[in-house]
Each structure stands twice: as structure tokens, then as C-alpha cells.
């Protein structure tokens, strides 16, 4: 009997046909699926934790910036030092 590597398996390359030969490929074809599907849930689940999903009603809050004077200042003073560094490059 010859060995078979996951790879061949996946390429269609077992020779054998037997009842245990497609319980042996389909165990190392859907082996590696399940593995990346329970992956790809852990982190959705870990992702919706992190919103706050399912722990209240109302998982975020969301804020109203307002735009005040101190942001005008800091733009203008960005938009100043840009301009003299730019002038004497």
C-alpha cells in the first residue's frame, strides 16, 4: 500500500477506491477546511465581543464631534508650518 500526501489527495491523486480510501480523503480534504472555518469564526465572534455585541441594548455610543476654535487653530498653525518648511527646503 503507498503513501498519499495531503497534497496529492487534494489534487484527486489517490489510487485507491476502496471504502476506507475515500474515508482516508475525505478526512484529509475536509480536515484542513474545518480547521480554517473554526479559525475564521473565533475571530468573528472575537470581533463582535469587541463591538460590545450581545452584551446590552445598545452596544456603542456614537458622538457628535463639533468643530471649535482650538481646531481652527491647529490647522492654521499646521497649514503655517507646512508653508515655511516647503519655503525653505
Do not use: Y
Not at 24 to 45: H, I, M, N, Y
Not at 51 to 61: A, F, I, M, Y
Amino acid at each position: 500500500m503507498e503513501s498519499v500526501s495531503p497534497l496529492d489527495a487534494c489534487a484527486g491523486k489517490e489510487t485507491s477506491i476502496t471504502p476506507q480510501g475515500i474515508v482516508r480523503r475525505l478526512k484529509t480534504v475536509s480536515l484542513p477546511f474545518l480547521l480554517s472555518l473554526f479559525r475564521l469564526g473565533e475571530d468573528a465572534a472575537l470581533a463582535l465581543e469587541s463591538r460590545g455585541v450581545g452584551t446590552n441594548e445598545h452596544p456603542t455610543w456614537a458622538v457628535t464631534i463639533r468643530w471649535s476654535w482650538k481646531d481652527s487653530t491647529w490647522t492654521i498653525s499646521a497649514a503655517l508650518a507646512a508653508s515655511v518648511l516647503w519655503l525653505i527646503r
